[in-house]
């Protein structure tokens, strides 16, 4: 189905219905049609006409939906080709006609009815060609060659995010008149709008762009402005007098706006602006666009952070990748909207369109939303020292001001992101020089591009390379990437590092562009540690960086590492191939780190349970009594707040740094927890229903299953069957657990390893394991049982290495088990064997072979008597 937006004032659809009741017919000044609808595609090169080999795609589009996610190494980056038939007959009849793509990722050919109108090189920005020469009536084919293979003369040239292939944006046909405004300007929307001075009582418009009249000159021609509220009222019109000869005109006018109402995140106050070019002796339309226009000033102090209409606002918020599970990149914009409104919806009021400029329906609800932005091209990591690569940078550059200049919300423009990692002066003193004489490029660019905004270049922690080579002197604001607590060791690290940047720089507005750690939603821990990929471990990063923001005035800003998880095929993280430092999943649900920042953040009353989405937990009976204690969490922003577990009140605590904890006794079985404040006489609350197994200290007679994660204290929520998987457990004077032996724990890692294991979904189980045990020890009631033993070879070893043998109370199960010989390396491997039992004690015996013995996980389950 055809979507038509049409871009009008009130008067002109007046006019336009008293037209038609006189029996004229007449047009808008401007179509602008979407034609996402029954295009074909094809991966590879054009196959001949007559082939089958085409299937039918809507846009947006991307044939990278799901080979960056395979086991397979890689994903494809190549050709592939669009087309798409456009029946003119169908649209109305104007004399010019454009092809607009909000984006297509990366190098674009465009041919319509077989000659070629234009290309475009990279992947994040927009493009539009005049194609009115190349249009016939009827039916006309339009065709993209568009390839998003490694080029080392575009960016991205390398970084931590696919690079996925389509046209996974919007694509229009824009109908106009003879006269126009200029859609060619690097894709820009024709004019370019700004408020030089702003205060409450009156405002400063300043107008400019081109008109290009493609007819005859036109003496009394007049250019004409609406301004209206959001609520769709009236506030201004002006007018004024243009003369208009053939070919390009530029205009610039500025004017006065009294009483405006002023932008911010607390009440984003948003305009429409109407800029029409009329006949002025006739009153015909010939061309009309509409924009966002809003009232704010701003500033960026060294000292005290930034201001927003002269009050200081510390801007806290994210990072964002624009994909999706099944999607890659090619979301909707309700898609991107509901992305948008999330994070509004945390208390967030910075956004990091981290490493690309966004699709615009994300500006759009950015600057409806109310959340302030700092907006960058792809320039990440590395360049290609050549005329044509500083070219495309350029040109990307220009494309993203120019295309998003009317967005009130945008107060940053960026242009490279940590391009010294792995570099040192000692080694790479050439690479970095012209890094940094490319940067000085850059900055005059794009200040002349736009003097009215802000400039940045995002750096990792490394200081002394960013300093000493002189690249923190070259933007106006300095943004650092930090992980302490992450790939550094010690949160407190991010307080020194800022105080140093602080006092080293003591002229340089300071941002804290990236900041996070990994969490997998199924991942628990009583004991949370680096790089353990808990939620747990996650929620006090978080909880610690807040807290060291907080304390420092000087930080301008900060945006998470990242809003949502995201796609990165060369990650082997406990979710392979994920980036999943997200506040949420990749599926968009809220990890317990979302509303820690709420509670942080938010100016709505809220209150929440901590652990959020552990449902299901279990724990070793810690009373004389068949309970657990275990820790509960409140995340909020009251002042106190009544726990109760079962009916039972723990309590009333203030909530200090946004945060209480109880001790709660769980039960074997189901537990109702209720959370409970007051604000202004209103109730806030939160409750959870908990189903909790109490396992005892020695014997498990009478359990039915066990699932143990060895190697970690982690407890793992597998989603199939929803069996929670609990941390492993030391045998003391014969209770159920492990003896002997150490945990697998990397050098410079921590826990587990970071390689893919394959063959399963179910990484966490596999990426831990308890190299040299003696034997494990399981009271159990007398039966028959099925017992599973999983393994997987971690430490690259080679066949004949590692070998030992399983013995069942003196049974032997295995002879000798090679893993590496059998499977090979990096294998999810899981051995089953039916078992009777016919004494109270199960002993499971490692005899070593060759090497150490390992496990990785085990599970037993009664199956009989």
């Not at 490694?150 to 824009?174: E, Q, S």
Request: hydrophobic share 35%.
């Amino acid at each position: 189905m055809k979507t038509v937006f049409l871009y009008t004032s009130l008067g002109f659809f007046l006019s336009a219905i008293l037209a038609r009741v006189q029996g004229q017919t007449p047009l808008l000044p401007r179509y602008k049609i979407s034609i996402n609808d029954n295009w074909q595609f094809v991966k590879g090169e054009k196959p001949a006409e007559d082939s089958v080999e085409w299937q039918s795609v809507y846009l947006p589009h991307s044939w990278n939906t799901e080979d960056p996610f395979d086991e397979e190494p890689g994903y494809y980056r190549g050709v592939g080709w669009y087309r798409k038939v456009v029946n003119l007959n169908t649209f109305p009849q104007k004399e010019k006609a454009f092809l607009y793509f909000e984006a297509a990722n990366q190098y674009a050919r465009v041919f319509v009815n077989g000659e070629r109108v234009g290309e475009h090189k990279g992947g994040y920005t927009a493009f539009c060609f005049d194609i009115t020469s190349q249009l016939r009536e009827g039916d006309n084919l339009l065709e993209v060659r568009l390839d998003n293979s490694h080029d080392p003369a575009v960016p991205p040239l390398k970084g931590d995010f696919n690079f996925y292939g389509g046209i996974y944006r919007d694509v229009y046909l824009i109908l106009t008149g003879a006269i126009h405004f200029d859609l060619l300007d690097y894709a820009c929307p024709g004019v370019y709008i700004s408020t030089p001075a702003v205060d409450s009582a009156m405002a400063k418009i300043r107008v400019r762009g081109t008109i290009l009249n493609e007819g005859a000159p036109l003496e009394n021609g007049r250019l004409s402005i609406e301004i209206r509220d959001q609520g769709g009222a009236k506030k201004g019109i002006y007018e004024r007098v243009v003369q208009l000869g053939s070919g390009p005109n530029n205009f610039d006018w500025a004017f006065s706006f009294p009483g405006p109402e002023l932008w911010s995140p607390h009440d984003p106050h948003l305009y429409s602006m109407a800029i029409q070019v009329v006949d002025g002796s006739q009153g015909q339309v010939f061309d009309e666009i509409v924009q966002p226009l809003a009232f704010r000033w701003f500033d960026f102090d060294s000292d005290e952070g930034f201001f927003l209409n002269g009050k200081p606002l510390k801007l806290i918020g994210v990072n964002r990748h624009q994909d999706l599970p099944g999607k890659a990149n090619a979301l909707s914009n309700a898609e991107h909207i509901s992305d948008m409104e999330m994070i509004q919806s945390m208390g967030a009021n910075f956004f990091r369109t981290a490493h690309y400029p966004q699709d615009p329906a994300v500006m759009d609800a950015c600057a409806r939303l109310g959340l302030v932005v700092s907006m960058e091209i792809p320039l990440d990591h590395d360049i290609t020292d050549s005329p044509e690569f500083y070219s495309n940078c350029k040109t990307m550059m220009r494309e993203m001001i120019r295309q998003y200049y009317n967005y009130p919300s945008i107060v940053i423009w960026a242009y490279m992101n940590e391009m010294f990692l792995g570099r040192s002066l000692e080694k790479d003193r050439e690479q970095i020089g012209k890094i940094v004489g490319f940067a000085r490029e850059l900055e005059a660019l794009t200040r002349e591009e736009d003097p009215t905004r802000f400039t940045m270049i995002p750096n990792h922690g490394d200081f002394d390379v960013y300093h000493k080579s002189g690249l923190t002197r070259i933007p106006m604001i300095v943004g650092w990437n930090l992980y302490y607590g992450w790939y550094e060791a010690g949160m407190e690290g991010f307080g020194a590092f800022m105080d140093r940047a602080h006092r080293e720089l003591p002229d340089k507005p300071l941002i804290l562009t990236e900041y996070g750690a990994g969490a997998d939603p199924r991942l628990r821990s009583l004991e949370p540690a680096r790089f353990d990929f808990s939620v747990d471990w996650e929620n006090a990063f978080h909880q610690s960086h807040l807290k060291q923001i907080s304390e420092r005035p000087f930080i301008a800003g900060a945006a998470v590492w990242n809003m949502f998880d995201f796609g990165s095929e060369n990650r082997r993280d406990a979710v392979p191939r994920i980036n999943n430092k997200g506040l949420c999943g990749f599926n968009r649900q809220p990890k317990d780190a979302f509303y820690l920042y709420q509670a942080w953040l938010s100016d709505e009353p809220t209150l929440k349970l901590a652990p959020a989405g552990w449902r299901r937990r279990a724990g070793v009976q810690n009373l004389t009594q068949p309970l657990c204690v275990q820790t509960v969490r409140a995340y909020g922003n009251v002042e106190k707040a009544e726990l109760l577990h079962n009916g039972r009140p723990l309590g009333e605590k203030a909530l200090e740094e946004h945060t209480a904890s109880w001790k709660v006794p769980f039960q074997d079985g189901e537990n109702r927890l209720e959370l409970r404040a007051t604000v202004d006489g209103q109730p806030v609350g939160d409750a959870q229903l908990v189903n909790f197994e109490v396992l005892p200290e020695y014997s498990l007679a009478g359990r039915q299953s066990l699932h143990m994660n060895m190697g970690a204290s982690l407890f793992f929520q597998d989603e199939d069957g929803g069996l929670l998987w609990l941390p492993e457990r030391e045998s003391r004077e014969n209770s159920w657990g492990f003896i002997g032996g150490r945990r697998f724990m990397p050098r410079n890692r921590g826990v587990g390893t970071d390689q893919d294991i394959l063959g399963t979904d179910k990484g966490p189980l596999y990426q831990t394991q308890r190299i040299g045990l003696q034997r494990l020890l399981l009271p159990l009631s007398e039966g028959a049982y099925r017992l599973t033993l999983h393994f997987a070879e971690l430490e690259r070893k080679e066949p004949g290495e590692r070998a030992f043998g399983l013995a069942f109370n003196g049974k032997e199960l295995i002879h000798s088990l090679d893993i590496s010989k059998d499977y090979g390396l990096y294998r999810a491997v899981a051995l089953s064997f039916s078992i009777q039992l016919n004494e109270p004690m199960l002993s499971l015996d490692f005899i070593p072979r060759q090497g150490e013995p390992v496990i990785n996980a085990i599970e037993i389950q009664k199956i009989g008597y």
